[in-house]
């Protein structure tokens, strides 16, 4: 086992906690005090996972987050003493994989980290489209470039928000439960509850305003699309 784990916590000794526990199962750890020092050295490569404090000097972990999502996929957990489900659901939104909350045991962090690596090796199969641009009516998803545009106009998603689009958009008129959608785009092993995709399809709804994405009462959700309009 050799994947490289980047901790980013300003708390030395749970940095140095952390590191001891992952380092006793094989894992190569680098760790920094704050994003920036972190960021400037992903940008010579990423590592093969994040773990990211939320309260950090200067720049915070949910804006790591998000950068980290701009250029790689890699597994991320955020730490946090924050224990309201709106920041874990923040946190996953911008693209995190997992959030632990303060103070946790160590052998449950390495646990978790064990999982993900497990789960990005066997993710689930989304639905397939052999289309490198997606174009449903007023809606281009880019695929390779990962970006979004609605009437003409880029719309800033984040990865998960992308995910469902594409999920959405590689199947339209077909009805996805919550549950599935939970699988599909935060995988099997994802802890909280399907408020995550409520708040997920409310938030697309409100940066794509009036695309058409229908609640499936007592089931889930489906994008509604005219084939005519192909």
């Known amino acids: 086992m050799n994947q490289h784990v980047y901790i980013v916590e300003d ?31 992903a940008e010579q490569g990423q590592p093969d996972m994040w773990i990211l404090d939320i309260m950090l000097p200067g720049m915070d972990g ?3 987050c998000k950068k980290i999502r701009q250029v790689s996929e890699v597994p991320i957990i955020i730490i946090s003493a924050k224990d309201e489900e709106v920041d874990k659901i923040l946190g996953l939104e911008l693209g995190s994989d997992d959030y632990l909350t303060k103070p946790f045991s160590p052998r449950e962090l390495v646990a978790r980290v064990k999982r993900l690596f497990k789960r990005a090796e066997t993710q689930p199969v989304k639905p397939v489209n052999d289309e490198s641009i997606l174009t449903l009516g007023d809606l281009e998803i880019d695929k390779a470039a990962r970006t979004v545009h609605w009437q003409q106009k880029e719309i800033d998603v984040t990865s998960k928000e992308f995910e469902m689009l594409e999920i959405f958009a590689a199947q339209p008129n077909r009805a996805f439960s919550r549950e599935e959608l ?30 058409p994405i229908e609640t ?15």
């Open 62 to 64: 949910y804006e790591l």
């Open 182 to 211: 939970l699988t599909l785009v935060w995988g099997n092993d994802y802890f909280g509850s399907d408020r995550a995709v409520d708040d997920l399809v409310k938030r697309l709804r409100k940066k794509l305003d009036g695309l």
């Open 216 to 230: 499936v009462w007592g089931y889930g959700y489906r994008l509604e699309y005219d084939e005519a309009q192909r």
């Open 11 to 41: 708390d030395p000794n749970i940095r140095d906690i952390v590191k001891a526990y992952l380092v006793k199962e094989g894992f190569q750890v680098t760790m920094r005090e704050n994003a920036e020092d972190a960021w400037s050295l």
